[in-house]
């Protein structure tokens, strides 16, 4: 049944004004509250006798910028966003609508005022807006014309201001939509879409993004926006590119490396061999290779050592067993592979040291052959010096014949006899030094050696009122050294030292001082005298011809002699001397150089 307009009308004028959801009040003049209705009490407590600035915002004054002043001056109504305190004491947002009210008189007595609680909408607004700005990624809003209807503050701060512009123009400059469009792929089918695209920044820069697009429904039962989120993978596509490029560089490194390259992971499995370590340990191409196989291979002990002990393992000179049995000879260096402490595997570097070998080989035949030659130079020399002397004999007995000298005859003889005896002893002297004796090296201590030849020119030094002495350094290891060849060989630089102490001319006292040493892999023996020395052009000729400082008593085969051995243990001798101050020869053997062990067997 409809009720009457009567009882409408006293509804209205009696239970309206409280029953409204929105807080309404009426103001006089003199601010102050003449009447409101129980939601604004619910909403900013008392209000009876109050003024309305002390019940909306606990003041004592009128409010600044109050729009009741002026909406009593114009009599227009006024809608604005105002902030309050709620009966709680608690900050409350509102909206606000002033109507004024206008007598007959066209006066306005009162002032009504409706507020609508918007405090928690509000909160809710701000919450979405500063999530909506503040999302790391670019976050566009696209109708269905493809205009951009809102971005947040990344996309702003990216793109510039495109709200209301489209898409395609503002993020691609094109004058056409995308053919990879995924906006366009969501509006057709609903669905989400992802897809890589290129934008043009508002300083004209490019960048890569990854783009997702959603449909943002309004209804249950269609939408006219997609969200588009796009997140900068610019930095991470240019960190991939580097590391891909640093992938295939080192790959293309390792697989053109001349020497062997091989990596093993974690779980002992081979992972990387290049080709150079394919062929140097004669693995088939589909061979599968482990730690075991490999352990096989190396030297014993190697893998344990990087491993467990040492990080890092060099052997500059090794032996490595190829799968078809083979010794090669190699240069090993063996890394652990950590990364934060943790350990990926091993990687081992492999040099075929097989050429080089081959190098040293034939150089040192080189040097042997170089000495060989020299030695026919001397002999040569030697010889026409000997062949001088006794064509100048034979001159003195044919004149003396001639002319009946007897005194000259007896020179003559004389001077064939001599010559005669010296080219005997030098004749001797170079077949004892071109038959030799081919070296026989055994493990033998340098320092031993040492030892035996000073001890042997002890006693003479003692009575020639010489000083002898030597130092050897403690725990050297052996090595292979023929010991016969190489005593002849410091006695002939000993003997020599005596002989240079004896021709003084000074009478200070005479020292020789022999050192045996290792260092940089190498024994080195060092004999030092002060004896008389030599000049720039004796020490010239030491070495290169049958040159000898003893007149009749020296042959010159000595120090050819000395320097013969020394090459055939790969090594070096040097001569450092002033004349008047001593000498220095100084003996250098690599170890790397040494000669192979005779198996007498």
């Known amino acids: 049944m409809i009720p009457p307009p009567q009882e409408i009308a006293i509804w209205i004028r009696e239970q309206l004004f409280d029953a409204v959801p929105m807080a309404i009040a009426f103001i006089d003049q003199a601010f102050n509250l003449v009447y409101a209705n129980k939601a604004f009490e619910d909403t900013f407590g008392p209000w009876r006798q109050k003024k309305c600035y002390s019940v909306y915002k606990n003041r004592g004054t009128l409010c600044p910028d109050c729009k009741g002043a002026k909406a009593f001056l114009d009599g227009k109504v006024r ?21 004024p009210i206008v007598d007959q008189d066209g006066d306005i ?139 295939t560089f080192l790959e293309t490194l390792v697989a053109t490396s001349m020497d062997g390259i091989l990596a093993v992971d974690s779980g ?85 040291l097989s050429e080089i070998k081959k190098l040293q080989n034939a150089k040192l035949e080189a040097e042997r052959l170089a000495a060989v030659g020299q030695t026919v130079a001397g002999l040569a020399h030697g010889v026409k010096n000997l062949i001088t002397a006794l064509e100048g004999g034979m001159y003195m007995l044919n004149s003396a014949v001639q002319k009946a000298d007897i005194m000259r005859l007896e020179k003559g003889m004389e001077m064939l006899h001599r010559n005669i005896e010296r080219m005997s002893t030098f004749v001797k002297a170079f077949l004892g030094f ?15 050696i040492v030892k035996e030849v000073v001890e042997m020119y002890a006693a003479k030094a003692i009575t020639l009122g010489i000083g002898l002495e030597y130092k050897v350094q403690a725990a050297m290891e052996p090595a292979a050294l023929d010991a016969e060849s190489l005593h002849e060989c410091l006695a002939n630089l000993v003997g020599n030292a005596v002989d240079a102490c004896q021709g003084r001319e000074d009478s200070a006292e005479a020292g020789i001082h022999v050192n045996c040493f290792e260092e940089d892999d190498s024994i080195q023996i060092v004999v030092t005298d002060n004896g008389c020395g030599m000049d720039a052009e004796t020490r010239q000729k030491l070495f290169s011809t049958f040159f000898t400082t003893k007149g009749l008593d020296g042959t010159g085969l000595g120090l050819l002699m000395s320097k013969k051995i020394i090459q055939e243990h790969g090594g070096t001798i040097e001569v450092q001397s002033e004349l008047g101050k001593g000498s220095v020869f100084h003996i250098r053997l690599p170890r790397r150089r040494l000669p192979e062990i005779v198996n007498e067997e």
């Open 109 to 247: 007595p009162f002032l009504v005022e409706m507020c609508m609680d918007v405090t928690e909408i509000e909160q809710i607004r701000r919450e979405h807006q500063l999530l909506f700005d503040q999302v790391p990624c670019q976050i566009l809003l696209i109708d269905r014309n493809f205009r951009i209807v809102k971005t947040n503050a990344r996309t702003r701060e990216m793109l510039g201001d495109v709200d209301g512009k489209h898409c395609f123009q503002s993020l691609k400059g094109f004058d056409h939509t995308c053919s990879e469009c995924t906006a366009r792929q969501t509006f057709e089918d609903g669905e989400l879409h992802t897809g890589h695209h290129i934008w043009r920044t508002k300083d004209g820069q490019t960048v890569h993004l990854h783009v997702i697009t959603v449909p943002l429904k309004i209804t249950d039962n269609g939408f006219d926006m997609v969200m588009e989120m796009a997140v900068d993978v610019t930095k991470t596509i240019k960190l991939m590119e580097g590391l891909n490029y640093a992938q």
């Open 434 to 448: 071109s038959k030799g004796r081919k070296i026989r090296p055994a493990l033998n201590h340098a320092g031993d």
């Open 79 to 99: 809608i604005n966003e105002e902030v309050g305190i709620n009966k709680y004491g608690k900050l409350t947002r509102y909206i606000k609508r002033t109507l």
């Open 268 to 352: 002992g499995r081979i992972t990387i061999i290049n080709p150079a370590a394919r062929k140097l340990l004669g693995a088939q191409v589909n061979q599968i290779l482990t730690r075991e196989s490999l352990a096989g291979l190396l030297p014993a002990g190697v893998i344990e050592q990087v491993t467990e002990n040492r990080r890092h393992v060099y052997i500059p000179e090794t032996v490595v067993t190829s799968f078809t049995g083979e010794a090669v000879p190699v240069r090993l260096v063996g890394n652990q592979l950590l990364m934060d402490n943790k350990s990926l595997g091993m990687a081992f570097s492999l040099q075929d």
